[in-house]
């Protein structure tokens, strides 16, 4: 009882705590924003206040959240292949996962029994095919982004040559390389289909998930409303793009060791684990049946995960 009594008196002053110091944080009520002011639009006389360091990084990590849910968000299984750049159904999708499926359990089947590898082994077979779209995602997006900022010079060069911007999209479509290519020629079937520039354009940013080219996208958008000199626009995003491409390439270059190193020693002790359950089951399935050895292969999990996440986290970058 006297630990109980302890916590909540510990937790009672944390929110006292916090309390008086969010109280401290806080503008007065003579320097606060009167009702038409918006509430992201803080006076002058709050510019250095504790509040605002704190409502800054909030409001970029609100951002940049909001950004990538409309990019990567609510996508269905046949806009996941689309965007792999796989020429499949979802049905037969869907059955070459159920495949996968029953190959992983029946061969879990055949060499351990009625074990809890046979459930596991059915799931990770499952799962496998979504890894190989989402790693053909990764790919092709790496590759779009690569050949982003040439064909933003393109577009801009044949808008100075006199061409409007559709004509100038058709003219990329047809002398560019996949896959921007590809998605420029769908966005100039759908323009002749009756849909807009914009729209079109709007739907390729669905499809590709690029955010240079959300850039890119809303610019042509903001240009089509207020007017203004397109080419100088894209001019400046795509020399904006080449750099950030660079800079990429070379954080790349220097954390590539650190990452390898990560992915070694986060996947060695699963290889070293799986060897063995499948040479001598014996051997390892004590670390199964008994309480002590779920334990420590519970702990040996969340350890694994937990160096692979500050890997990450130190090895990326945004740029």
Do not use: C
């Amino acid at each position: 009882m006297s630990g109980t009594l302890v916590i909540s008196i510990s937790l009672v002053a944390a929110m006292g705590v916090f309390i008086a110091a969010m109280s401290i944080a806080l503008p007065r009520a003579s320097s606060a924003p009167d009702a038409a002011t918006p509430r992201w639009q803080l006076p002058s006389s709050t510019q250095g206040s504790p509040w605002r360091r704190i409502n800054q990084p909030l409001q970029a990590l609100l951002q940049r959240t909001t950004r990538q849910h409309r990019l990567n968000g609510g996508l269905n299984l046949a806009e996941n292949l689309a965007r792999a750049d796989i020429k499949l159904r979802t049905s037969e999708f869907v059955m070459i996962q159920v495949g996968f499926m029953l190959a992983g359990s029946l061969l879990s089947l055949w060499r351990f029994g009625f074990a809890p590898q046979f459930v596991i082994a059915g799931v990770v077979a499952y799962l496998l095919p979504m890894r190989f779209v989402k790693w053909r995602q990764r790919r092709r997006l790496k590759a779009f982004n690569l050949r982003l900022p040439d064909t933003i010079s393109l577009l801009s060069n044949a808008m100075k040559a006199g061409l409007s911007l559709p004509q100038a999209i058709e003219s990329v479509a047809q002398n560019g390389s996949p896959p921007i290519s590809d998605e420029l020629a769908r966005v100039v079937r759908e323009t002749k289909l009756g849909s807009s520039t914009t729209g079109a354009l709007q739907n390729m940013v669905r499809r590709v998930g690029s955010e240079d080219l959300d850039l890119i996208v809303t610019a042509i958008s903001i240009q089509a409303t207020v007017g203004g000199n397109l080419a100088r626009v894209l001019d400046s995003i795509s020399h904006t793009i080449r750099q950030r491409v660079q800079v990429k390439a070379q954080i790349g270059a220097m954390t590539a060791q650190m990452r390898a190193s990560g992915w070694v020693i986060t996947l060695l002790p699963f290889i070293v684990a799986g060897v063995l359950n499948v040479i001598t089951p014996s051997y390892f399935r004590v670390m199964f049946t008994d309480p002590a050895g779920r334990v420590l292969l519970g702990l040996a999990a969340f350890s694994i995960f937990l160096g692979n996440v500050f890997v990450r986290r130190i090895t990326n970058f945004r740029v």
